[in-house]
């Protein structure tokens, strides 16, 4: 771990019904989860006990427990770091739409109507020219607007992550002008910009390759004893993690996804260097209460 | 020079791609290709003029034209196929009578109907390359890991085993749309990987029986059940895209046999024998990592086990012959199927 304070979140895969255990686990979780009341509590009750924020994807699910919250914690104002696109539910659309044409169109219109107007204004000369950057500018504005309108004008949103799929596909792909363009932008709005990644030693390869400033950055990527999720594998992610100091990196799947018992998930990634912090997904109270009072009270000695 | 250093040298060049179709999967292959060392993604073919316009940008360094036969001349090794199911026949055959490269890899299924397939297989065999369909659960750990206990005999005699095939795609719709059909329908998009894995695991089966259920005006599959067997073994199938729960596809068998039983899916394998052993296997505990993961691991697998396969001029997993087994059941269920 960093010397600093410790950045402690709460995830949203349970409220997606996402387990990386299997789908039959997910299936098999209490039907309270999908209930909106019921996660923004879970939420709540993981702030009482030692979250500093809420990492979530942005989709009308996390909206909707945003705005319940807002409701609900009138007195503060909580550290939010999203994910976008919420690529899963894309690829499902293009099941439906057809395509990524389909997607786009949708996406668009969704844009268009939006009354975001630098969005509005992005989009059509990023459409007119056929301009990624300009698309990308367009689309992260949208993405932020959604987000202020749903927790109001006190929103305190830390981060704005680059979801994997994305992630992975640019670094496969030397889009190395994707990344500063992104960088750069999200920079300029006074939010971190930030990358999630399951391959992270190619990531650290690619950045120092490119001669990327990472001081500006977060990356959230999996750090668990068990090597689970961590590409190429447990020991290159580890020698990665040494030679990156000036990231700020939050590891996710640390229980490998409840496989690991909390104590000994929590006892391996507190050995690890250069974590700056921990995403954890909570589906019960007693969850919620128990792992984040044993993560606090590990990295705070 | 000897031939093992000539070898080696042919083997340092890197294997030059072409890819046709640059929807989700053409993509996700793309990206794949261009993180293994070996391989450069040199053409690209796309009938979308938006998506040729993006994909110049995205693509340096690989031409990215509108019409197949433009991609002769690039020199290209190997070609990936990555277009709705209802194209792959014609788009093969002019690969194939233009010479465009001798590896082919199409995505399931190999063809719209078994005829066509039967043809594919035959021009394969004349191109005296690599030919491999995309069923990539051959290459997830937990399957593969099914397929080692099977050939193994640990459940002894093979007696039944019920199989399905399950995703929420379209659980939330109404009715189907027409674009449903360019996936297979629901056979073609689900059923497809659960056959070639049941034809995997225990060899030829025989179609008993088959209904196919629709819920649009539009005549779509949306569900089907068949029963097959093979000499004493008995199967069913189950398959759906309406089902709810199954936020991403799932597929999985429940096996039984003389000396016990074994379930697997994509998650996590369990096997149960009756002399008391018991065992229950996550992806956790079967080395599902990979030098580069996007999407799922069997896709990195897939396409390495490709690449390989041509540069080692080595037997590939599921090739055309194999594929178009899958398109023959599928064929005869549709043929004999009650539908309701």
């Given at each position: ?25 997910s ?10 009341e ?59 739409l057809?395509g ?12 268009i ?149 909390p ?37 705070e000695? | 020079?000897?031939?093992?250093e ?30 293994l060392?070996n ?64 590896n ?11 005829v ?57 719709i109404?009715?189907?749309p ?10 073609g ?29 539009a ?24 089902e ?41 505990d ?11 691991p ?43």
């Amino acid at each position: 771990m960093t010397n600093k304070k410790p950045i402690l979140l709460v995830g949203d895969n349970p409220f997606h019904g996402i387990s990386h255990l299997s789908q039959e686990h997910s299936r098999n979780r209490n039907t309270e989860i999908k209930n909106v009341e019921y996660a923004s509590d879970l939420v709540i009750k993981s702030l009482e006990n030692g979250a500093g924020g809420f990492m979530f994807t942005v989709s009308d699910t996390t909206l909707s427990i945003l705005k319940e919250m807002k409701k609900k914690r009138r007195d503060s104002q909580l550290e939010l770091y999203a994910i976008v696109p919420y690529a899963s539910e894309y690829v499902r659309l293009a099941t439906q739409l057809g395509g990524i044409m389909g997607i786009a169109k949708k996406i668009g219109k969704e844009m268009i109507t939006s009354l975001n107007f630098g969005a509005i204004a992005r989009s059509i000369k990023g459409i007119s020219l056929l301009d990624v950057e300009d698309l990308m500018k367009a689309y992260l504005l949208y993405e932020m607007s959604k987000i202020k309108s749903a927790v109001g004008k006190q929103t305190n949103l830390v981060s704005v992550i680059l979801h994997e799929i994305i992630t992975e596909m640019a670094l496969a792909l030397d889009w190395d002008w994707l990344f500063k363009a992104y960088i750069d932008f999200v920079s300029k709005h006074g939010i971190k910009p930030g990358f999630e990644t399951r391959n992270f030693a190619f990531f650290v390869k690619k950045f120092k390759t490119w001669d990327m400033d990472c001081r500006k950055i977060l990356v959230t990527t999996p750090f668990n004893k068990i090597g689970f999720q961590m590409n190429p594998s447990k020991l290159e992610c580890e020698k990665a993690l040494n030679m990156v100091s000036d990231f700020e990196i939050i590891a996710m799947s640390v229980l490998a996804a409840g496989y690991l018992k909390p104590a000994e998930a929590i006892k391996y990634v507190k050995s690890l260097p250069n974590i700056s912090g921990v995403v954890l997904g909570v589906s019960r109270e007693k969850h919620a209460r128990e792992s984040f009072k044993l993560l606090r009270a590990a990295f705070e000695t | 020079m000897k031939f093992g250093e000539l070898m080696k040298i042919l083997k340092d060049v890197p294997l030059k791609v072409g890819i046709i179709g640059l929807g989700k999967m053409g993509l996700l292959h793309a990206s794949i290709l261009s993180a293994l060392g070996n391989v450069r993604v040199l053409g690209l073919c796309e009938k979308s003029r938006v998506m040729r316009r993006l994909s110049k940008k995205f693509f340096k360094g690989a031409e990215v034209v509108d019409d197949i036969s433009e991609l002769s001349g690039l020199g290209i090794d190997a070609v990936y196929v990555t277009t709705p199911i209802p194209s792959h026949f014609s788009i093969v055959t002019r690969i194939f009578s233009e010479r465009i490269a001798r590896n082919w890899f199409v995505e399931k299924t190999l063809a719209s109907n078994y005829v066509e397939a039967k043809q594919l297989c035959e021009m394969a065999k004349c191109s005296h390359g690599i030919a491999m369909v995309g069923y990539m659960k051959r290459f997830a750990v937990t399957f593969r890991k099914a397929k080692d206990l099977i050939d193994s005999q640990v459940l002894g005699d093979l007696v039944s085993f019920d199989a399905y095939a399950y995703s929420s795609d379209f659980a939330e719709i109404k009715e189907t749309p027409k674009i449903s059909g360019a996936r297979g329908g629901v056979l073609g998009d689900l059923g497809s990987h659960i056959v070639d894995l049941a034809f995997w695991f225990f060899g030829s089966l025989t179609l008993d029986s088959a209904k196919i259920g629709s819920r649009g005006a539009a005549g779509s599959e949306d569900k089907a059940i068949f029963c097959v067997s093979q000499a004493d073994l008995k199967g069913n199938f189950s398959v759906s895209w309406c089902e709810t729960q199954y936020r991403m596809p799932e597929f999985g068998f429940i096996i039984r046999g003389t000396n016990g039983i074994l379930s697997v899916n994509d998650d996590v394998l369990e096997i149960k024998l009756k002399k008391g052993q018991s065992e229950r296997l996550f992806r956790h505990d079967l080395n599902d990592n990979v030098d580069f993961l996007l999407g799922a691991p069997e896709y990195y697998r897939e396409d390495h086990h490709f690449v390989r396969s041509i540069i080692d001029d080595t037997m590939v997993e599921s090739d055309f012959i194999s594929a178009s087994k899958v398109d023959d059941l599928l064929g005869q269920i549709k043929n004999r199927a009650e539908y309701f």
